[in-house]
């Protein structure tokens, strides 16, 4: 018997047997095939529902539908959609929040969130830029208000800040400028007659003498010309001068009379004040 002859009476017996096997790998291949079309159905199902909550402003309810439908396929097409619903999530937050500010005539509020608007959200962004542009002067004007509110207050070195605030605005950036220097004038001679002031009141006290030079660090801050750094320099060199003298004179009477604590405590407080011995003195030396 040939190994052909051999084959077929393999075949012949056994064929019921192929057959099952044939029927099973059917039903298997089958099965794969209706459970990868069940898959993405129920993604397609989702993507719709997904869009429909889009077209009805219900943004989270997009979101949910979008992840179930990435669980069941994570591909890159829906975590790009998932990515930008979670813009548009928080682009209609900031639209809310900056329209309850508004209400709330909380202006400079108001322009912060409407800015964050996202240009992604149609139904928002424009808007939110007709509105920014409706309250850029208002809140101009809240922030001049708040300048002056800072300059009875006394609270000076928060002024100028503020000021430059409004200018990112970009309205009435002239008069904004105006007033920045106007106050940079005012705060420069205020605190330069504040250290004079200190530096003769305070020379006697060991814990505030050297007061008056902080007050000049403020001064140069709203210096707005070399000129005007130039004389802080010489006033302070001038106050410091000054102050020094007075020190080593009643060092000198202390150090006669043998009082060396008294000495020390004056001696300390000229190095405070002329840490590179710009006055010479016999003491300093000692």
Not at 96 to 119: K, M, P, S
Not at 210 to 237: P, V
């Amino acid at each position: 018997m040939t190994r052909l002859s051999c084959f077929k009476d393999w075949m012949i017996k056994r064929r019921h047997l192929i057959l099952i096997i044939t029927i099973v790998l059917l039903v298997i291949i089958g099965g794969i095939s209706i459970v990868k079309r069940s898959g993405y159905t129920q993604v397609y199902k989702y993507l719709l529902n997904a869009e429909v909550s889009v077209l009805n402003d219900d943004l989270k309810g997009a979101l949910v539908s979008l992840e179930k439908a990435y669980e069941l396929k994570p591909i890159n097409l829906l975590e790009n959609k998932i990515e930008k619903i979670n813009k548009l999530i928080d682009s209609k937050s900031s639209f809310i929040r900056g329209l309850q500010a508004e209400e709330g005539e909380n202006f400079e509020t108001a322009y912060y969130y409407y800015e964050q608007v996202d240009e992604i959200d149609e139904e928002r962004y424009d808007i939110a830029q007709q509105k920014l542009l409706a309250l850029a002067n208002q809140v101009v004007d809240e922030i001049y208000e708040q300048a002056e509110q800072y300059y009875d207050n006394h609270l000076y070195l928060m002024i100028i800040k503020k000021l430059e605030s409004a200018l990112k605005y970009r309205t009435r950036m002239e008069e904004t400028q105006s007033k920045i220097n106007y106050y940079q004038e005012i705060l420069y001679q205020y605190y330069i007659d504040k250290s004079i002031d200190e530096a003769n009141e305070y020379c006697d006290d060991p814990l505030f003498y050297n007061l008056f030079t902080q007050s000049l660090d403020h001064a140069l801050s709203y210096a707005t010309s070399s000129e005007k750094k130039e004389a802080i320099r010489q006033l302070k060199q001038q106050l410091v001068q000054t102050q020094v003298d007075y020190y080593l004179t009643l060092a000198t009477e202390a150090s006669e009379n043998g009082d060396v604590e008294v000495t020390n405590q004056y001696m300390k407080q000229i190095l405070v004040l002329d840490p590179n011995h710009s006055f010479n003195h016999p003491l300093l030396n000692q």
